[in-house]
């Protein structure tokens, strides 16, 4: 199913990286609950709403990383790009303990989204991605991450294949186009 967001600006005024940065992780976030609807209506379970949570976090930490390759691919400099990062993490940490805490009730759940945001980023900062596309390294390990947060057998099996096939070059592909629409 095609995702339609609104990817360009008016041509009014230059954006500061801070406006980018945020419009990026507002895109990250829609890539990201999309495919979660996708995966529920392929028939992958979520049990609840914390478990919903639990793999938009996976998708979450895959596209910040697809974000920083796509960007190092733009030749942005390594302050810039550090910098542009960091405000799009900060932006979904924040949505993601908002949208927590109005489902779940009041907890800590920042720090458990950074440390997992650091954890993946040092595991994919290992794993191939040239040319503006994952490989298979890549891609196969998003579908690890997301298995370890998939509860049944069967979800389990698929979930690596379905991730590698469909739903990692499909959000990169998505991702890709809004990056680009929002640069011009």
Not at 125 to 148: I, P, V, Y
Request: with cysteine.
């Amino acid at each position: 199913m095609a995702l339609r967001m609104r990817t360009r600006w008016h041509k009014d005024k230059p954006r500061s990286q801070q406006e980018v940065a945020s419009a990026v992780a507002f895109i990250i976030w829609r890539i990201g609950m999309q495919a979660l609807l996708e995966l529920e209506n392929a028939g992958f379970i979520t049990y609840s709403n914390d478990h919903r949570l639990q793999v938009m976090s996976e998708f979450l930490a895959f596209l910040l990383q697809v974000t920083d390759r796509l960007s190092h691919a733009d030749k942005m400099d390594d302050a810039d790009r550090q910098a542009f990062i960091l405000a799009i993490a900060k932006n979904l940490v924040r949505t993601f303990a908002e949208n927590k805490t109005e489902l779940l009730g009041v907890g800590d759940y920042v720090q458990p989204l950074v440390s997992l945001l650091n954890q993946r980023a040092d595991e994919y900062a290992e794993l191939s991605f040239a040319g503006g596309e994952a490989k298979m390294d890549f891609l196969r390990h998003f579908g690890t991450c997301l298995q370890s947060t998939m509860s049944g057998e069967q979800d389990k099996y698929w979930i690596v294949q379905r991730a590698i096939e469909l739903e990692g070059p499909q959000a990169i592909k998505q991702l890709k186009k809004a990056l680009e629409d929002l640069a011009d």
